[in-house]
């Protein structure tokens, strides 16, 4: 494997020294789309936000309160609800927000349904907007924060780090130590 080289990168604050590994030469636009780009997405998705969870839970309910609209109608005079198939169907419908044409027509069936449109709704769509939102948010933290997770990073993996790399987070780790040291000295 080649020796890593390092390059000094122009200043963000006074004072920092920033360095980068030496970019290879740039590679072609892409005709594909980005791959690791949705990889990286579903995986920050997946680890880092109740997304997965928030499904489960969401998939669990569905089944009951299906099972629970299926019991209800399909003994009533309602011949649209003769299946449980047809109750997943009206669930995922009123989830949806696409409208159904299953109509309950008992009042349990309005009761459940009721629910279940408002919870379910909460629900699935609540843990989409907030995955979504989690990830761009993240995308926005500011510097301190990026490179104290990579800061953080590095010290979970300190026995593979080289040399080179060790004294860079310990430089790294004392200016940040040394710039809160002096921001509390003259806060005082």
Not at 20 to 44: C, E, Q, S, Y
Not at 118 to 123: E, M, Q, R, S, T
Request: aromatic share 12%; proline share 4%.
């Amino acid at each position: 494997m080649a020796e890593e080289k390092y390059e000094t990168v122009s200043q963000t604050r006074p004072g920092d020294k920033v360095i980068r590994k030496t970019r290879g030469p740039r590679k072609r636009l892409r005709v594909a789309p980005d791959v690791p780009g949705a990889v990286r997405f579903i995986k920050f998705i997946a680890t880092s936000t109740p997304f997965l969870p928030m499904l489960a839970i969401w998939v669990v309910l569905w089944l009951i309160f299906c099972a629970g609209f299926y019991f209800a109608e399909h003994n009533a005079n309602a011949e649209h609800v003769y299946s449980y198939g047809q109750a997943l169907w009206w669930g995922m419908a009123a989830v949806e927000t696409m409208g159904t044409p299953y109509k309950p027509v008992t009042l349990a069936g309005e009761v459940l349904g009721g629910i279940w449109a408002i919870l379910g709704v909460v629900l699935f769509w609540g843990a989409i907007i907030a995955s979504v939102t989690a990830y761009f948010s993240k995308r926005r933290e500011g510097v301190v924060k990026q490179i104290i997770a990579t800061l953080e990073y590095n010290l979970e993996r300190l026995d593979e780090l080289s040399v080179e790399e060790l004294e860079i987070l310990k430089d790294t780790a004392d200016g940040l130590i040394d710039a809160k040291i002096e921001k509390h000295e003259g806060g005082d």
